[in-house]
């Protein structure tokens, strides 16, 4: 319902703001708001993966009508891959100085990316629910997680991998397999934390047990290579 006009007085009191009309965000109000419904998208489809929401879910968890959600991101589809896309760059930010230890090996490099992959993992869990629900599928969606996320991942984790190998602290085993077992090792226990404190370790949740984990995983690849 319109709320009422307030009547003009011969006094200079203050003008009643006319209603914003739905979906048209004031222009102060809009970086919020876009922001809103981003981190809606990514804990919503991080939950129910994109066939189990429906933009009304994520605008009414954002706190926004869904004429918004539409003014900003079209269909259900662009806000997923606007949320994906969001979700990514804080990601790859977070492991962006990970990368360089100043000290010009390539193994120390890895195991930075490693601790960092952990920790980046504990912070963002809804990445790894998302790959899981949608990334092993053969629609647009499936060939967006593989060619903007893993794949554009898999080939700066196997420049190091390949650094590594040439100063011969990890096995020359498939680069596919390592990579498997960082991201994988690196990520599932964060994703399932429920699962994963029901097993002896502690609270996977704790920065100790962030530190250990990632410590093992690291103990795990840096091993020499077995003559057979």
């Known amino acids: 319902m319109s709320s009422p006009i307030a009547r003009p007085s011969k006094s200079k009191s203050p003008v009643a703001e006319p209603e914003r009309k739905p979906g048209r965000p004031k222009r102060d109000d809009a970086p919020n708001l876009k922001a809103a419904l981003l981190e ?3 804990d919503l489809f991080g939950e129910r993966g994109f066939d189990g929401v429906s933009l009304s879910q994520i605008a009414g968890k954002a706190g926004a009508d869904i004429g918004l959600t539409r003014y900003y991101f079209g269909s259900k589809g662009e806000l997923w891959e606007a949320a994906i896309t969001h979700l990514a760059g804080q990601f790859a930010h977070a492991l962006e100085e990970a990368t360089e230890t ?6 120390d490099d890895l195991k930075s990316m490693v601790r960092a992959f952990v920790h980046a993992s504990a912070r963002w869990p809804q990445m790894s629910r998302i790959i899981v629900f949608d990334g092993d599928k053969s629609d647009e969606r499936g060939t967006f997680i593989a060619k903007q996320l893993v794949g554009p991942f898999f080939g700066r984790l196997s420049k190091l991998i390949a650094g590594a190998k040439s100063e011969d602290t990890i096995p020359k085993v498939s680069d596919r397999t390592i990579f ?3 991201t994988h090792g690196g990520s599932f226990p964060m994703a399932l934390p429920v699962l994963t404190n029901a097993l002896p370790g502690g609270n996977i949740k704790s920065a100790k047990a962030l530190r ?5 995983i690291i103990a ?3 091993q020499p290579a ?3």
Do not use: P
């Open 40 to 42: 809606a998208a990514i």
């Open 102 to 107: 100043g000290n010009g090996s390539k193994s």
């Open 180 to 182: 498997f077992m960082i």
């Open 212 to 216: 250990t984990h990632a410590d093992a």
């Open 220 to 222: 795990l690849i840096f």
């Open 226 to 228: 077995q003559d057979d």
